[in-house]
């Protein structure tokens, strides 16, 4: 069949035409709309609802806070402040991961650098003495006992956390 014939024998649909009603009806409300939200007497209007409803929220605030903290502990269940706390030592956490990975790399470049790596040739063994034994010093990076710097890690990555 061509397309002239389809079309010929094609039903009227009676519910077209409410359709296209209802479709110009909803973009004529939705232009309207869109122009009256973004006008300045909008913005005021609402501005001014919100502030009024916030100043008779506000003495229903304390009240309010305190028998929700009161509800949350009998039902064992963590308060925002719990949260904040938790927050705070995982920052810590996260610090002090920091610092070890920049003692990491310091102790890494003294391992790896040639002339300070000790070697097992250059440094000739010690006769045994015939004192009581004494117990070892542990070494750190570079064959030292003590600390051989007074510089801080520098933090990386640090994240902030907002309070």
């Known amino acids: 069949m061509s397309e002239a014939a389809a079309e010929a024998t094609k039903q009227p649909d009676p519910t077209e035409k409410f359709r296209e009603m209802r479709d110009s009806y909803l973009e004529i409300w939705s232009k309207s709309l869109i122009e009256t939200v973004n006008s300045e007497a909008y913005a005021?209007?609402?501005g001014a609802t919100l502030d009024g409803l916030?100043?008779?929220a506000a003495p229903f605030k304390e009240p309010t806070d305190k028998a929700m903290l009161k509800m949350l502990q009998q039902l064992h269940m963590p308060t925002s402040a719990d949260f904040m706390g938790l927050a705070g030592r995982f920052t810590n956490v996260e610090?002090?991961?920091d610092n070890l990975d920049a003692k990491l790399d310091r102790?890494?470049?003294l391992l790896s650098a040639p002339h300070l790596a000790p070697s097992a040739e250059a440094t000739?063994?010690?006769p045994a003495s015939k004192t009581t034994p004494?117990?070892?010093a542990s070494l750190r990076a570079g064959g030292t006992?003590?600390?051989t710097t007074t510089a801080k890690?520098?933090?990386r990555n640090a994240r902030k956390v907002k309070r």
């Open 44 to 46: 005021k209007a609402s």
């Open 54 to 56: 916030l100043a008779v």
């Open 95 to 97: 610090l002090l991961l």
């Open 107 to 109: 102790i890494e470049k």
């Open 124 to 126: 000739p063994p010690k």
């Open 134 to 136: 004494t117990k070892p």
């Open 145 to 147: 006992s003590k600390r």
């Open 153 to 155: 890690p520098v933090r």
